[in-house]
């Protein structure tokens, strides 16, 4: 008799929940961190043009080569650095924690911090550990320095800015996590673009610091295209476990394309930024709402105090049948009782999830 799942598979596979996306179909889709704006009509034609004529008959270029030198120019890597390219950033978070994990090596990250770090540790088979942060969602320095000192850990995710919190944490803080820590600290800079910070100038200064950045906030998310920054004897070892055709044909072609236009890109950015001001001023003038700062493309808000009942649970069930759909945050951490994670849309959009949200508070208070 061959054995069944529960007797071949590790128990913290078994253990674990898949990563769940709910369906969106015919929603205002606010809950997973897109640019809501497609590209220029004129682009969008050459794009079709390039797809057509594909040759996705071969396999893609493996290194990619072409499309590296278009991200290093656009992106601005120092000379010095490597890249390594991942199937969107996940997939390099997962190659690197696959390298790292040693027999009882330790990943590190803060909490509540992007949920795919704690997740890929247990696919790799490696410890975790998770420092709360403050309830101001700072960095709490003293708990940092203790955890490293404990756990020895063979790399620290840090995103900067910090999903879902949205905050940037203290740059010095991190240079001094950096400093400290005996092995490899990731800044994971999803949301770059939204912040006007950056870790990228420290590269040559911290031989244990690799950055990590992605497309898809940047509006392009259905490519699947992340990116990894950093010394060459830490990529070499990287490259080995990146699956020779990770990055598509259609992928590597349409990426360098649209790079070719960053400008529409970096307008986007902007128009959400400016869209982020405004939304965040209304949802302040709301009743008993405490809105969070941010600088990413999205803005972490509590609808009770702690101790409310599930009161973001509602909002979220009233928005959801309004048919806007955005992320309750309850439950994933202590921190974040009674949060809602909206992303920054069109300015329709943000107009119809607030009025559905005032609409939501409505009920619930009464
Ligand atoms: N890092 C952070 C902090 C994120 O929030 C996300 C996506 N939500 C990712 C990485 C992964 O992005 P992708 O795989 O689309 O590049």
Redesign the pocket.
Known sequence: MPGSPNQIIRPEILALSAYHVPPASGMVKLD??ENPYSLPPELRDEIAQLVADAPINRYPDASAASLKASLRQALAIPDGMDIML????????QIIALAFARPGAVLMSVEP??V??RMTAVFAGMKYAGVPLNADFSLDMDAMFAAIARHQPAVIFI?Y????TGNLFDSEAISRIIEAAPGVVVV?E??HVFADASFMGKLAQYPNLLL?R????LGL?GL???LLAGRPEWLIQLEKLRLPYNIGVVTQLIAEKVLQHHDVLMQQAAAIKAERAIMGERLEALNGIEVFPTD?NFILFRVAREGDGNEANRVFLGLKERGILIKNLDGYHPLLKNCLRVTVGKPDENTKFLMALQASLNKSNN
């Open positions: 997973a961190m991942g199937n969107g950033s996940d997939e390099i978070i911090a992007f795919m770090f995103a800015p910090n999903n879902p994971d999803a949301y990590m992605t497309l898809s906030k998310a699947r295209l992340g990413a």
